[in-house]
């Protein structure tokens, strides 16, 4: 963070503004009116993973050569927010399929990246990310998923927990110790199928919010995979890892955005119909500087989070400390926006008539998942004190 930061382009160009008319427009019309069902039955969004699909917003990071669009990470960063506005849930089709191939395009083999990308640019198939253990959450590089070599093969052996959409997905990139003496630097990234011999989906978490993305266990019992699916070398799964949350944490970053701004738009059309004391709520001073103050800190999060993203990508110095900061203020201001839409609704808001409360519950996962926040600001301190 004390290096000199690049410029920074703050406008959207025409056709990213394009973009983000599309997007919403297709979110309103097809994932909205689904969006309360698919919390209340804790159901997986069937219509939101087709229209996204139609309209090649699956995995619209995917570069182009493997039928994907191709976007650039603000771009991509435009359309998790725009869902996100009306359904966190469905928000994650196209951020986890990121998270689970962001490692494979920027390390794996030619080969592999034509094995497994197209299908998922397609919306044909989903990808998850196994990272996390339960006794290796912050601390990842403790993990204890074994892989071995058996002649061209490997074998894996463990569990991973918190896997965003793992019952959905066919690949699911997952880091595994293949040499326990060497701490993080024996740690590799493998391409597993759901089809592999060994592997298993384990029970469904049980959630206080995001209820339509199901999270689940990964279980590898002696699981068999090809030889060819481990991205890069082996020993460098933990750099991969760290290398995809540069790029991945803006888009959870721009998921808080979205649900803020939907939680705001909520909060100021209802506080101009409700009438208190014979005049409009907007009217008291308390609230509508309070709504001021929500749409404040979502614009500044906004801007922080197209910066990192774009900044992510181009490699610039300082972006991992600015990817950690984006996501690290946007769930911040995402709880606290959500927490004060409620207010703003009062009894109403209280109630599941009205989808701020929900809004409120998946908030909160903005602040722990891809790194807890006070990771985060781990991250930063560190880049700061170097």
Same mark, same amino acid.
């Given at each position: 963070?004390?290096?000199?930061?690049?410029?920074?382009?703050?406008?959207?160009?025409?056709?990213?503004?394009?973009?983000?008319?599309?997007?919403?427009?297709?979110?309103? *019309?097809?994932?909205?009116?689904?969006?309360?069902?698919?919390?209340?039955?804790?159901?997986?969004?069937?219509?939101?993973?087709?229209?996204?699909?139609?309209?090649?917003?699956? =995995?619209?990071?995917?570069?182009?050569?493997?039928?994907?669009?191709?976007?650039?990470?603000?771009?991509?960063?435009?359309?998790?927010?725009?869902?996100?506005?009306?359904?966190?849930?469905?928000?994650?089709?196209? =951020?986890?399929?990121?998270?689970?191939?962001?490692?494979?395009?920027?390390?794996?083999?030619?080969?592999?990246?034509?094995?497994?990308?197209?299908?998922?640019?397609?919306?044909?198939?989903?990808?998850?990310?196994? %990272?996390?253990?339960?006794?290796?959450?912050?601390?990842?590089?403790?993990?204890?998923? *074994?892989?071995?070599?058996?002649?061209?093969?490997?074998?894996?052996?463990?569990?991973?927990?918190?896997?965003?959409?793992?019952?959905?997905?066919?690949?699911?990139?997952?880091?595994?110790?293949?040499?326990?003496?060497?701490?993080?630097?024996?740690? @590799?990234?493998?391409?597993?199928?759901?089809?592999?011999?060994?592997?298993?989906?384990?029970?469904?978490?049980?959630?206080?919010?995001?209820?339509?993305?199901?999270?689940?266990?990964? %279980?590898?019992?002696?699981?068999?995979?090809?030889?060819?699916?481990?991205?890069?070398?082996? #020993?460098?799964?933990?750099?991969?890892?760290?290398?995809? %949350?540069?790029?991945?944490?803006?888009?959870?970053?721009?998921?808080?955005?979205?649900?803020?701004?939907?939680?705001?738009?909520?909060?100021?059309?209802?506080?101009?119909?409700?009438?208190?004391?014979?005049?409009?709520?907007?009217?008291?001073? #308390?609230?509508?500087?309070?709504?001021?103050?929500?749409?404040?800190?979502?614009?500044?999060?906004?801007?922080?989070?197209?910066? @990192?993203?774009?900044?992510?990508?181009?490699?610039?110095?300082?972006?991992?400390?600015?990817?950690?900061?984006?996501?690290?203020?946007?769930?911040?201001?995402?709880?606290?926006?959500?927490?004060?839409?409620?207010?703003?609704?009062?009894?109403? #808001?209280?109630? *599941?008539?009205?989808?701020?409360?929900?809004?409120?519950?998946?908030?909160?996962?903005?602040?722990?998942?891809?790194?807890?926040?006070?990771?985060? *600001?781990?991250?930063?301190?560190?880049? %700061?004190?170097?």
């Amino acid at each position: 963070m004390s290096h000199t930061p690049a410029p920074l382009q703050f406008a959207l160009s025409d056709e990213q503004e394009e973009l983000r008319a599309a997007v919403r427009a297709l979110s309103e *019309r097809e994932i909205q009116p689904h969006a309360t069902d698919v919390d209340e039955h804790e159901r997986f969004p069937r219509e939101a993973a087709e229209a996204l699909a139609k309209n090649g917003f699956s =995995a619209p990071h995917i570069p182009e050569q493997y039928g994907g669009e191709g976007a650039d990470a603000v771009s991509c960063c435009v359309v998790v927010e725009e869902i996100a506005r009306v359904c966190a849930s469905s928000s994650l089709i196209p =951020a986890v399929n990121k998270l689970g191939t962001t490692g494979l395009i920027l390390n794996g083999s030619e080969e592999l990246k034509k094995k497994v990308l197209p299908s998922i640019a397609s919306g044909e198939a989903f990808a998850s990310y196994g %990272l996390s253990e339960r006794e290796a959450g912050s601390d990842a590089a403790s993990m204890r998923t *074994r892989a071995r070599a058996a002649g061209d093969d490997w074998v894996l052996d463990g569990s991973k927990c918190w896997i965003s959409n793992g019952s959905e997905s066919t690949w699911f990139t997952v880091m595994a110790v293949t040499d326990p003496d060497k701490g993080a630097h024996g740690i @590799s990234a493998f391409i597993v199928h759901r089809d592999d011999e060994g592997f298993s989906v384990g029970g469904k978490e049980k959630k206080m919010g995001i209820k339509g993305s199901p999270t689940v266990e990964l %279980l590898f019992d002696h699981c068999k995979i090809p030889g060819d699916r481990v991205i890069g070398e082996p #020993g460098s799964g933990f750099k991969t890892a760290l290398q995809s %949350l540069d790029h991945t944490r803006p888009t959870i970053g721009a998921q808080a955005v979205g649900i803020a701004q939907g939680a705001l738009d909520i909060a100021v059309a209802y506080a101009k119909e409700r009438k208190q004391f014979g005049r409009a709520t907007t009217e008291f001073q #308390g609230v509508s500087f309070m709504l001021a103050d929500m749409a404040m800190k979502i614009q500044a999060a906004r801007l922080m989070v197209y910066a @990192s993203a774009e900044r992510a990508e181009r490699g610039a110095a300082g972006s991992t400390a600015l990817s950690s900061a984006a996501k690290c203020f946007a769930s911040d201001v995402a709880m606290e926006v959500t927490t004060n839409a409620v207010q703003v609704l009062g009894g109403a #808001g209280y109630t *599941r008539d009205f989808p701020v409360e929900r809004m409120m519950r998946d908030a909160k996962i903005t602040q722990i998942y891809e790194g807890t926040n006070q990771i985060q *600001r781990l991250v930063m301190s560190r880049a %700061l004190l170097r």
